[in-house]
């Protein structure tokens, strides 16, 4: 069995715990009420596990991480302690006075200033990193009576349609490579079409950015439930595109128009988001950006686009809730930009202009960025979201005609082979890919709309088409898992 680890908060050591846990595709005997089963094939894919609060991308290969989930209600937090396997593992709880519903053994008591409270733990999620993916596994706990299913890899495709009508979004669930349009599509209370819609990365959360008002929608995921949330105080910009941080507490939301910069959103303890207004002088006003990315540690942002003045890329430092502007790159990108992704060691910006230029960045401090490379001419696709990195050194680009490889070093880029069949004469106007990698979808301008492929990390093959498909075309869509 591999080492349980619980990370160590505030510069203590991690502890390591055992506790009835089963990596397995069979159903395994259950030992005590708590017992958590992940069906996965093999114990020994996992050198260890890590019992955590967020899902990160800085764990090696051959991790499991049980991610411990806060609870809905209240906003005092405190240390409690929960008996597995006959250790007990403190957890840091918000104190939750409703939720009548759930399991005995899911709650404990904790003496807090001579008073007791129920604390009511939501079930953990079981996220895996194998071969420099993040991917979350299917797990189920043992109640005392049976097995629960606690989390599974989300499977929903989200998309966003202009036309007549302002067509309402579309929410398809995945099963495997097929898709079929979600049982209860989310009631969306605006005519306004989108022009962007992100998934957070622990599937929790959808937002769509609007081209009208009230110009941001975010709705809560619980299971196949959508509920829709609200947003304190946002500025009436017509948002361009999403990021969220990679801890899923703050979205970052750019405009085009009125040159507006960077908005911030904050993850409250009640589920909703709060616009943090002490942001906005800060990242960018006066500018228009086309998009924006988190680097990996989250401590940073970059925001850029076509409608940016020199030098086209901007950098912001991020303590708390302050976001500071960092020194401009030391060579100016060559032309307006229309992608721009960290890697996911944080230490390069690999960039896709509007002018058929690829440029690759060396992070290499607050105060320098350097330009390592510079490409042309590099028939890229003007799209927010077309570089998708497969591992530290691997990405795919969008193209105007299909898919090409690109491997970055400290020696610059490397241009690999190119896959053409997600094109064709019809050139997708938006591209996802799955947060496993298997997935890419595309959306069209024209008939039919909307493609579906399975990636093997080296060539693509078309999926049957949803069992319902737009009608109208795509200007917005995302995948989770």
């Known amino acids: 069995m591999p080492n349980i680890i619980r990370t160590g908060g505030g510069g203590a050591a991690p502890e390591i715990f055992n506790f009835p846990l089963t990596i397995s595709p069979t159903q395994p005997t259950p030992i005590s009420a708590g017992h958590l089963w992940v069906e996965h094939a093999a114990a020994t894919d996992f050198s260890n596990i890590v019992l955590d609060d967020a899902v990160k991308v800085s764990y090696t290969n051959g991790y499991l991480m049980l991610i411990v989930d806060d609870t809905n209600n209240g906003t005092d937090t405190f240390a409690q302690p929960k008996n597995v396997g006959g250790t007990k593992i403190p957890f840091t709880s918000y104190r939750d006075t409703g939720n009548d519903t759930t399991l005995p053994w899911q709650v404990g008591s904790v003496n807090k200033g001579g008073t007791i409270a129920d604390i009511k733990r939501k079930y953990p999620l079981v996220y895996s990193r194998l071969n420099n993916v993040l991917d979350m596994e299917t797990a189920k706990v043992w109640d005392g009576t049976q097995w629960v299913l606690i989390c599974q890899p989300g499977s929903y495709l989200a998309v966003g349609v202009s036309g007549l009508g302002n067509q309402p979004p579309l ?55 959508f509920t829709l949330l609200t947003i304190t105080a946002h500025r009436n910009w017509p948002v361009m595109d999403l990021s969220f941080s990679p801890d899923d507490n703050y979205l970052a939301a750019c405009s ?28 960018g006003t006066g500018q ?65 202009s509007y002018s058929n230029f690829m440029e690759l960045y060396r992070v290499v401090s607050d ?72 997935i890419i979808a595309a959306g069209y301008s024209a008939s039919p709309y909307l493609k579906l492929f399975s990636f093997d990390g080296s060539t693509v093959t078309q999926l049957t088409n949803p069992t319902t498909m737009p009608v109208y075309g795509l200007t917005a869509l995302d995948l989770l898992n």
């Open 256 to 283: 085009t128009y009125s040159a507006s910069g960077v908005d911030i959103y904050k993850k409250q303890s009640n589920g909703n988001w709060l616009y943090l207004t002490t942001t906005v002088s800060a990242l």
């Open 171 to 225: 929410t398809y669930n995945r099963a495997n490579t097929l898709f079929t349009l979600h049982s209860s599509v989310p009631s969306f209370p605006s005519t306004a079409f989108p022009q962007v819609v992100k998934w957070s990365h622990d599937g929790n959360y959808v937002f769509y950015g609007l081209s009208d008002t009230p110009y941001l929608i975010g709705y809560k995921r619980t299971g196949d439930t």
């Open 288 to 352: 228009y950006f086309d998009g924006i990315d988190w680097s990996p540690d989250g401590n940073q942002l970059v925001g850029y686009g076509a409608h940016i003045s020199t030098p086209c890329l901007y950098r912001f430092k991020r303590s708390g809730d302050t976001f500071t502007k960092l020194a401009d790159p030391t060579t100016t990108p060559h032309s307006t930009i229309s992608s721009a992704r960290y890697s996911p060691d944080g230490q390069f910006i690999l960039i896709n």
């Open 367 to 438: 105060t320098q960025l350097d330009m390592v490379q510079l490409i042309s001419p590099f028939y890229g696709r003007g799209d927010s979201h077309s570089i998708f990195f497969l591992s530290a050194n691997t990405a795919l680009v969008v193209m105007q005609y299909g898919l090409q490889f690109v491997t970055i070093s400290e020696l610059g880029i490397t241009i690999g082979s190119q896959i053409t069949s997600i094109a064709s004469s019809n050139v997708p106007n938006q591209v996802a890919m799955s947060l496993d990698k298997k």
